[in-house]
């Protein structure tokens, strides 16, 4: 019982701290493109969609008028959370652009400070942006569960030593 509460210890942090790189991940285009990239709107504005993910208020797939700018996209999806890394911004192209480039990585701190829009990219129809959380924040919050772990097994402790 002793050893399998040994293992418990030692694999646990793994799993909580377990973290999958982006970076790592190969761009596939061997996949089908959405056949649909603009809209209409009742009053005839152009639309198109976008996905936002990661650490947001709103994310998930956004029905967006053409030309929307990156910081009125972020407004839409309700901006981000506390914690999120806004200077590793990605955003992933459905179709390569007539730069040929697929993915960008974004700075948005740098737009906070300035306020200078010239570095903007163009969004998109169904370009994806991942916002991330810092890996500080992430920890923080996962601190709660590690001492909510470890008050189990001091419980579990005492009561064996009771007996």
Do not use: C
């Not at 293992?7 to 790592?24: R, V, Y």
């Not at 972020?74 to 992933?92: D, E, F, H, Q, T």
């Amino acid at each position: 019982m002793q050893v399998r509460l040994i293992k418990i210890i030692i694999i646990f942090p793994f799993l909580i701290f377990a973290q999958t790189n982006i970076d790592s991940y190969d761009v596939n285009t061997n996949y089908q493109l959405s056949s649909e990239r603009y809209f209409s709107n009742k009053n005839g504005q152009i639309m198109m969609k976008v996905n936002v993910w990661g650490h947001v208020e709103a994310p998930g797939g956004h029905l967006v008028y053409d030309g929307i700018d990156f910081a009125s996209l972020i407004s839409i999806v309700g901006g981000p959370k506390p914690g999120a890394n806004l200077k590793k911004i990605r955003l992933y192209r459905e179709m390569p652009d007539q730069n040929g480039k697929i993915v960008y990585n974004i700075d948005f701190d740098e737009f906070i400070k300035s306020g200078d829009r010239a570095n903007f990219i163009k969004i998109n129809p169904n370009d994806t942006i991942l916002i991330p959380q810092k890996l500080s924040n992430s920890i923080l919050k996962q601190i709660g569960t590690v001492n909510t772990f470890f008050s189990l097994i001091m419980i579990y402790l005492q009561i064996k030593t009771s007996d």
